[in-house]
């Protein structure tokens, strides 16, 4: 029996759509069988955050109005075969799939694939409950910024009332220069105040917009910080244990020198 | 002009940051806006009006405390009514 992991966040633009791309490949190269879903309807991004926009034929309101199977509307990723994506429809909205039928799409679904990766919209409303709907697990994202911290809290509250126990929280878009300053939060900082079980720390990184950019996720690229943050997330959701990175490594020319002459470690 | 105001520490915002969401978190959490505790403030002083007089200036009321949500109220009293 798989398991259905809800990515969410209330705040929209903090990563959502990357994490779940992420998680989702990540999940493929490590041989697990992972259908991702889009539920974000009227708003679809994860089809070309993964690359795969020119692919789509059918869609996730297609599949549970009965229009098409949902075989046919699993669209196959040839990089990873044991990968695939359900995209939300462009042109209906919310309230054309109900939570009813999130379940029944999850338990069919779950028979078949080790790993169901929603993307949940932003917001608290239609969307948020038709993505949690069908889920043991969440994800919530969050930057160290006072709005989205705020919306994560809302968010933790919404799906505890839910019944999904299992939340663990992915810090986005860290800046370790700046927390080093004291202009950020600092990892403590949110956890203390949210009081959910930490899943990743991710590092801001150019690797993700440049990747974003190509369609070809961050996880896969052996060069990327951020996507040796999602390796490690893969992991830790798979049920392993693996150390928290070390955010100040970031190689390049001033660390090499920092490395050599022993300057600028603040701790 | 505060000359030795130039001088003085500002905190970082970082700590900024964490001490405007510790805040915002617990009018969150406890389903509170601004106006309800307005209205709160208004009741206390209304009551304690019946027995003292209070210097309304330097009076705080407010919601926050580390371990959870308490209120905390800081009221000058100018004296006492007697009966």
Known sequence: MGEVIVVTSGKGGVGKTTTSANIGCGLAIAGKNVVLIDA??????????????????????????????????????????????????QTKDKSAVSPEQMMKLCETLREEYDYII?????????????AIAGADRAVVVATPEVSSVRDADRIVGLLEASEIKNIRLILNRLRPDMIRRGEMMTIE???????????????????????????????????????????????????NEVPFMDLEETGGLMNWLKKIFRIGNGK | MDFFGLFKRQPKSGAIAKNRLQLVLIQDRMNTTPELLEMLKSDILKVLANYVEIDEDSLDIDINGSEGPALVANIPIKSWKTR
Not at chain 1, 46 to 54: A, K, Y
Not at chain 1, 218 to 239: E, H, K, L, W, Y
Request: aromatic share 4%.
């Open chain 1, 189 to 239: 900082d949110v956890t203390d105040i949210l009081a959910i079980d930490v899943l990743g720390l991710v590092p801001d990184d150019e690797s993700i917009v440049v990747s974003t950019n190509k369609g070809e996720p961050a996880v896969a690229d052996n060069n990327s910080r951020a996507g040796q943050a999602f390796r490690n997330i893969t992991q830790r959701i798979m049920g």
């Open chain 1, 118 to 130: 929603i993307d949940c919209p932003a917001g608290i409303e239609q969307g948020f409950k038709n």
């Open chain 1, 40 to 89: 974000d309807i009227g708003l679809r991004n994860l089809d070309v955050v993964m690359g795969l926009e020119n692919r789509i034929v059918y869609d996730l309101v297609d599949v549970v109005e009965g229009k098409c199977r949902l075989k046919q509307a699993l669209i196959k990723d040839k990089r990873y075969p044991t990968m695939f994506l359900l995209a939300a429809a």
